[in-house]
């Protein structure tokens, strides 16, 4: 106490002095977890075991299409050979399955003469196309 305050004290009277305020338990705000929170920091590692379908497709009509589509939709990888098919109708073909390759965001790759790859997005393409890899080096159909 101070000079002041005993000279106060004196004065007006001893008045109690307010005890702080002191809390039985701990903050409960500082120990309060974020569940949310916790599970979007959690690092969670899953084992998975990737395998990739490839569907050898050999139409000889137009009327074939509708099951390489629905492969393609089924995320599979088709591998199109149109050697057996008209030249109308093999337009058809690539028509169609371009539109159903566009839908779903999936890539073709000329491999060979008449031959196509037509692969899902999650599946990769390293280096040229096998078709201009060949007439590179000399060989043309």
Excluded: C, H, W
């Excluded at 004290?9 to 002191?22: C, D, I, R, T």
Aim: glycine share 4%.
């Amino acid at each position: 106490m101070s000079f002041i305050d005993s000279v106060k004290g004196f004065l007006l009277g001893e008045e109690e002095e307010e005890s702080e305020y002191q809390p039985i338990y701990e903050d409960a705000a500082q120990n309060v977890v974020d569940v949310a929170e916790e599970r979007r920091n959690r690092e969670v590692k899953i084992a998975t075991t990737a395998t990739v379908q490839i569907v050898l497709a050999r139409p000889t009509d137009f009327s074939e299409v509708k099951s390489i589509g629905d492969d393609l939709n089924n995320q599979k990888t088709v591998l199109l050979n149109l050697e057996q098919v008209k030249a109308d109708d093999a337009k058809r073909i690539m028509d169609f399955l371009s539109g159903v390759a566009y839908a779903n965001d999936a890539t073709i790759k000329m491999t060979a003469q008449k031959t196509f790859v037509i692969m899902p997005k999650n599946v990769g393409f390293s280096g040229v196309d096998l078709m201009s890899e060949l007439e590179n080096n000399g060989y043309s159909f």
